[in-house]
């Protein structure tokens, strides 16, 4: 098993969707957790953390399952500007990242 | 606003070939990354830096070695450039925080050996 698995997609879903992706993860001992974004062509840049209480950012939520080993991003009512690969992060120990593969999502109109 | 920095964009070598591959940050991190991107694979980590003259191996190192002479500097080297080494190059930064905290990427360098 990979450490950090996604569903590489993608995922075409119309604007006003809602749409989620896990992510699993191998390392039973894994402590912390990150959605990143990363548009055609750019750098990743973070989107937001994953607290063992869940996490919501204005449409975005996100939420860790220990049980299972999977972490969860949900986007309510997508748009356009949604259009991007997502990547699940899993850190090794205290500051190494294990980045999973990436989902890509296309919202469009 | 917080940058890193890389000193090409693009760069073209030819196999066999030295590169140098020099990272920037002005956050006063810590911890300093080089990742390679390709299609298919994601990012894999091929070393990294959690202080100065401190690095340690990724993932994927064959083929690679690094510097970190000073606290905002990373660079990265290929001894002898290799078609395979055919990639986008990615430098991140992050601070210290126990628990891992937010990498801040570059805009990376997509290097090709011909």
């Known amino acids: 098993r990979k450490e950090v698995e996604q569903d590489p997609g993608p995922f075409n879903v119309p604007e006003g969707a809602t749409v989620a992706f896990n992510c699993t993860y191998s390392n039973s001992a894994s402590q912390s957790f990150f959605w990143y974004r990363q548009d055609c062509r750019k750098e990743p840049k973070l989107l937001m953390s994953v607290y063992s209480s869940g996490n919501e950012d204005g449409r975005f939520t996100a939420q860790l399952n220990r049980a299972s080993q999977y972490i969860s991003l949900l986007i309510r009512d997508s748009k356009l500007s949604d259009s991007a690969t997502y990547l699940c992060v899993v850190m090794r120990g205290s500051y190494i990242p294990t980045f999973g593969r990436g989902t890509s999502l296309i919202v469009h109109p | 606003d917080v940058k890193v920095t890389q000193s090409s964009r693009y760069l073209v070598k030819r196999t066999g070939e030295k590169v140098f591959l020099e990272c920037v940050q002005d956050?006063?991190?810590?911890?300093m990354f080089w990742y390679r991107q390709d299609p298919g694979l994601g990012l894999r980590l091929i070393y990294f830096?959690?202080?100065?003259?401190?690095?340690e191996k990724g993932d994927i190192p064959e083929g690679y070695s690094v510097s970190r002479e000073k606290k905002e500097r990373f660079s990265l080297i290929l001894e002898s450039a290799s078609t395979n080494q055919t990639s986008m190059y990615l430098c991140?930064?992050?601070?210290?925080?126990?628990?891992?905290?937010?990498?801040?990427f570059g805009p990376g360098t997509r290097l090709t050996v011909l």
């Open positions: 956050m006063d991190h810590e911890n």
């Open positions: 830096s959690y202080d100065v003259k401190m690095k």
């Open positions: 991140a930064s992050s601070s210290g925080q126990v628990g891992g905290s937010e990498q801040f």
